[in-house]
């Protein structure tokens, strides 16, 4: 249980372009889930919290404009990198949780995303 | 503010012992600590989750301990073995369900 995916696994885009990646939670409903950026050996920073319904909370120094995070439903929540620049290049990696029942949170496999 | 810092950056360690891994933190009280196994380039794998009001935890061969007092929570993996080479995150959350991670550390068990 507890299955967490991510699409594409990784995507290569030209500068100024926008890229969707995709995150949804495959055997239970994710209230919450959580978008991340991981630079090469550098641990996880959390981007966003995304609550289903609602607008997502950006974590200060975010761009919310840049990063648009949409959580439709219990079981899907999409990051879009508009306008991508090569610094945007890195390890997006999102988890999802069952807020209010337990504090595990559980990841999906990372998107490598490559901005040209 | 919040700061995590995991003892080292590498642990090198034979097949057969125990790894001990440390995870100290400052300026904050958190609800409860998680650790993470993390492959290259992959996510992270959920391992062990601890409350601030838990002493220790255990599962199969692995092992946490939480001191609130001293702001450091250990993760010990007995019987280690090569399969177990990967980098270990320690995460600490609170109310909020956010997640602060520490840098991790590299562990690397010889057969």
């Known amino acids: ?19 969707k ?24 920073m959390l981007m966003a919290t995304s ?3 609602s607008k997502a909370t950006y974590e200060q120094g975010v761009e919310k404009d840049k990063f648009l995070i949409n959580h439709a439903s219990l079981t ?9 620049h090569p610094e945007d290049s890195s390890f997006y990696i999102c988890s999802a949780m069952l807020a209010g029942v337990s504090y595990e949170q559980y990841f999906g496999p990372g998107t490598r995303l490559t901005v040209t | 503010s919040q700061k995590i810092e995991q003892n080292s950056e590498a642990l090198n360690i ?10 100290n933190y400052t300026n904050y009280s ?22 601030e009001n838990e002493k220790e935890k255990r599962k199969e061969r692995l092992k946490v301990t939480f001191d609130t007092t ?13 399969a177990d080479s990967a980098t270990y995150l320690c995460a600490l959350g609170d109310s909020s369900y956010k997640l602060i991670f520490g840098s991790g550390t590299r562990l690397l068990v010889r057969p």
């Open chain 2, 30 to 51: 958190p609800a409860y600590l998680q650790w993470y196994r993390q492959d290259p380039g992959r996510g992270p794998v959920f391992l062990l989750l601890i409350r």
């Open chain 1, 21 to 44: 990646i995709e995150c949804r939670s495959l055997d239970f409903q994710a209230t919450t889930m959580f978008w991340y950026r991981q630079f090469p050996k550098q641990s996880l």
């Open chain 1, 51 to 53: 609550n289903e319904g």
């Open chain 2, 70 to 82: 001293l702001k450091q929570s250990l993760f010990h993996i007995t019987a280690s073995q090569p």
């Open chain 1, 1 to 19: 249980g507890a299955v967490v995916s991510q699409h594409p696994s990784w995507v290569i885009c030209k500068s100024g372009t926008s890229v």
């Open chain 1, 76 to 84: 899907l929540s999409t990051l879009t990198v508009t306008s991508a």
């Open chain 2, 14 to 23: 034979q097949e057969g012992k125990t790894a001990t891994l440390t995870c």
